[in-house]
């Protein structure tokens, strides 16, 4: 008897277990869905690589969301090309350059241009070494198929407190230093810290030395902003530049992209 309830178990088992595991399988991917929330709303274009005066941009149409930069829109590059459904590349960014910026030039010299283009927007030492550091690998095999790193990405801006010279407490970062749009739909953003992210300067010295305080309402401002980018689905990553311009700054930026590229790599079906 119980040798024919056992072949009767089996049965079932062989006819139906397919269809659970394949319903479980459905059950665990809407739980990871669930934790993991790419931020929200619908991509329109990037503002980004000021170099000199930085640009003013108003809501042009607020019906459509619209913006339009109204005062030094010749000092930033702005992308309005749709985004590819699995992030942006470097070999998709020297396309748009060169359809926009240098239609007779070949790849890897609208490349280069655009390298050259994007750096000048940068005014920092640890700023510089992680665009270089990380830019390295376009020129290894299939480097041009990696994600662009894109710097000086403006994500609102906020003329009241321009005016003003404070900070309303709703926008406090206006820009991100670096973006990475990935393949697996992520939004990496990338901060290089200096001293004025978290301390106020001093009166300079007798001999013209300029020293800092500590200041927390800086650093609370800091940090409440990277909540709220969190919470919309960004994926954040704070360098301090002191520690990139110690010795072993550049291996610490190489390994840190292997270990990102990594786990951003395009989801396989």
Same mark, same amino acid.
């Given at each position: 008897?119980?040798?024919?309830?056992k072949?009767?178990?089996?049965c079932?088992?062989?006819?139906l277990?397919?269809?659970?595991?394949?319903?479980?399988?459905?059950?665990?991917?809407?739980y990871?869905?669930?934790?993991?929330?790419?931020?929200?709303?619908?991509?329109?274009?990037?503002?980004?690589?000021?170099?000199?005066?930085?640009?003013q941009?108003v809501l042009?149409?607020?019906?459509?969301? %619209?913006?339009e930069?109204?005062?030094?829109?010749?000092?930033?590059?702005?992308?309005? %090309?749709p985004?590819?459904?699995?992030?942006?590349?470097?070999?998709?960014?020297?396309a748009?350059?060169?359809?926009?910026?240098?239609? /007779?030039?070949?790849?890897?010299?609208?490349?280069?241009?655009?390298?050259?283009?994007?750096?000048?927007?940068?005014?920092?030492?640890?700023?510089?070494?992680l665009?270089?550091?990380?830019?390295?690998?376009y020129?290894e095999?299939?480097g041009? %198929?990696?994600?662009?790193?894109?710097?000086?990405?403006?994500?609102?801006?906020?003329?009241?407190?321009?005016?003003?010279?404070?900070?309303?407490?709703?926008?406090?970062?206006?820009r991100?230093?670096?973006?990475?749009?990935a393949? /697996?739909?992520?939004?990496?953003?990338?901060?290089?810290?200096?001293?004025?992210?978290?301390g106020?300067?001093?009166?300079?010295?007798?001999?013209?030395?300029?020293?800092?305080?500590?200041?927390?309402?800086?650093y609370?401002?800091?940090?409440?902003e /990277?909540?709220?980018?969190?919470?919309?689905?960004?994926?954040?990553?704070?360098?301090g530049?002191?520690?990139?311009?110690?010795?072993?700054?550049?291996?610490?930026?190489? /390994?840190?992209?292997?270990?990102?590229?990594?786990?951003?790599?395009?989801?396989?079906?």
């Amino acid at each position: 008897m119980s040798g024919s309830w056992k072949a009767r178990r089996d049965c079932i088992e062989q006819i139906l277990g397919p269809t659970r595991d394949a319903l479980e399988d459905l059950q665990e991917l809407e739980y990871e869905r669930r934790f993991f929330k790419g931020p929200s709303g619908t991509f329109k274009n990037l503002i980004f690589a000021a170099a000199g005066a930085k640009p003013q941009i108003v809501l042009r149409d607020a019906v459509n969301n %619209d913006v339009e930069i109204v005062r030094h829109a010749d000092t930033c590059l702005v992308f309005t %090309d749709p985004l590819p459904p699995h992030g942006l590349t470097w070999r998709q960014m020297v396309a748009w350059w060169t359809n926009n910026h240098q239609p /007779d030039a070949d790849e890897k010299s609208a490349a280069d241009a655009l390298y050259r283009r994007l750096y000048r927007s940068l005014d920092s030492p640890p700023e510089q070494l992680l665009m270089i550091t990380y830019c390295a690998r376009y020129a290894e095999e299939g480097g041009f %198929d990696l994600p662009a790193l894109i710097p000086q990405v403006y994500l609102h801006y906020d003329p009241y407190t321009r005016r003003s010279g404070k900070q309303s407490g709703a926008l406090y970062r206006q820009r991100m230093d670096f973006l990475l749009l990935a393949p /697996d739909r992520s939004r990496i953003v990338i901060e290089v810290d200096g001293v004025q992210h978290y301390g106020r300067p001093n009166p300079p010295n007798e001999l013209g030395q300029v020293t800092h305080t500590a200041a927390p309402q800086l650093y609370a401002e800091m940090v409440a902003e /990277d909540r709220r980018l969190r919470l919309a689905g960004y994926e954040i990553y704070r360098f301090g530049g002191w520690e990139l311009t110690a010795p072993g700054g550049k291996q610490l930026l190489e /390994d840190f992209f292997t270990e990102l590229l990594t786990r951003h790599q395009k989801p396989t079906l």
